[in-house]
């Protein structure tokens, strides 16, 4: 894979995840949202929409905000608390942001996840969809983890692993996170002088991950440690990360002016990272028998249509892999089917514009994508 820069990554980039913690939202000082800080990185984030590029932006803030709001300061909070005030807090946060990107025209859709919609698959699929609809729709997708309702054993605990489960989610090629300190050194700056910048990550070594634990940065509920393990979920999926100083106006104008960041490179494109995961599935869910036409189409490039559909076996729901035969009884595919067992077998043979009156609702464009379709031999 060629290796670029962190500028060209951010100016390629065609889906961007943007993760910024509370210690960069709210003031120190106050407890005050930085409003203006705000409105400067809405309009960086007009200008990488205005280049064609889709963003997802993953905001903490909502506790902070709510202990604002109930005037609870100074001490530590039960859990029960901590959900309370992050039910007060995320409505201020989510109407915070929608005002920043109000003078931009650009409409915010609110979306709270947690570790099991990003686990349990048909939730994966759910919450999946919603974010690409929104991103179709031109809507800029604003995710907080669902802090009200997680408990301490079922949430992700910070928003860097959120981030990079998102960018698995959405196919997106870089993720960046905003920080209080401009990336990656060998040992913590603020306690050794004895350290260096690291610019470039090619690969995640255990001496990388040493790193992380060696830099003890950051006033949040991450640290250095939780953002290399975010780049690592994200490298998996084929996503570059970038880690930033966000503490100035305008961050991500000021990393294309050549702000000092660190680059974390992944080892493959997020098309192939999907891909490679289906065709290495161990057991399939179900199986799917076409006939020679739907053969000839998958192998020209084309996505499986019910109509080419002759037999199916399994239990398997929407969002699981099956494997696709031939009628000579040969694997020639695998794929992600975007319809139920039960629901194929109700429109197997039939035509795209038969479905709707058979299903009652309007159907998807295929029974499996060609964008989660791995050919096994041709």
Not at 41 to 69: E, F, M, T, Y
Request: glycine fraction near 8%.
């Amino acid at each position: 894979m060629v290796s670029l820069t962190a500028i060209q990554r951010l100016t390629s980039a065609k889906k961007l995840i943007i993760k910024i913690g509370s210690q960069l939202l709210v003031s120190s000082a106050n407890d005050s949202l930085r409003t203006s800080w705000m409105r400067a990185l809405a309009k960086d984030i007009g200008q990488l929409r205005a280049n064609n590029c889709q963003v997802v932006l993953v905001s903490s803030g909502a506790v902070a905000l709510g202990r604002q709001s109930m005037a609870v300061h100074g001490r530590s909070l039960k859990l029960e608390e901590k959900q309370a005030l992050a039910a007060i807090g995320q409505m201020q946060l989510a109407q915070a942001w929608s005002h920043a990107f109000a003078d931009l025209q650009i409409k915010v859709g609110q979306v709270l996840l947690t570790i099991d919609d990003t686990e349990n698959r048909r939730r994966w699929l759910n919450s999946s969809s919603t974010l690409n609809s929104l991103l179709q729709m031109g809507v800029l997708p604003l995710i907080n983890e669902n802090d009200s309702v997680a408990s301490d054993e079922i949430r992700f605990g910070d928003n860097d692993q959120l981030a990079a489960r998102t960018a698995q989610m959405i196919g997106a090629d870089l993720l960046v996170l905003l920080s209080d300190i401009d990336g990656l050194y060998s040992q913590d700056p603020n306690i050794s002088q004895d350290t260096r910048h690291i610019s470039k990550v090619d690969k995640i070594t255990e001496e990388i991950e040493q790193m992380g634990t060696n830099n003890r940065h950051g006033l949040g509920s991450g640290g250095m440690k939780t953002k290399i393990m975010a780049a690592k979920i994200a490298g998996a999926a084929g996503c570059a990360t970038i880690i930033a100083d966000g503490r100035n106006d305008a961050p991500i104008s000021t990393l294309l002016s050549g702000a000092k960041c660190t680059l974390f490179l992944p080892q493959i494109k997020p098309a192939q990272a999907r891909k490679n995961w289906i065709a290495g599935t161990v057991q399939p869910k179900g199986k799917l028998i076409i006939d020679d036409g739907a053969v000839n189409a998958l192998t020209g490039g084309a996505s499986l249509l019910a109509a080419g559909i002759v037999g199916l076996s399994g239990k398997f729901e929407r969002g699981e892999v099956v494997s696709i035969y031939c009628a000579q009884n040969t694997e020639i595919a695998r794929g992600l089917a975007a319809y139920s067992v039960s629901e194929i077998n109700q429109i197997k043979g039939l035509r795209s514009e038969q479905i709707t009156a058979v299903l009652g609702y309007e159907p998807r464009k295929a029974v499996v994508h060609r964008d989660n379709l791995v050919l096994i031999r041709r």
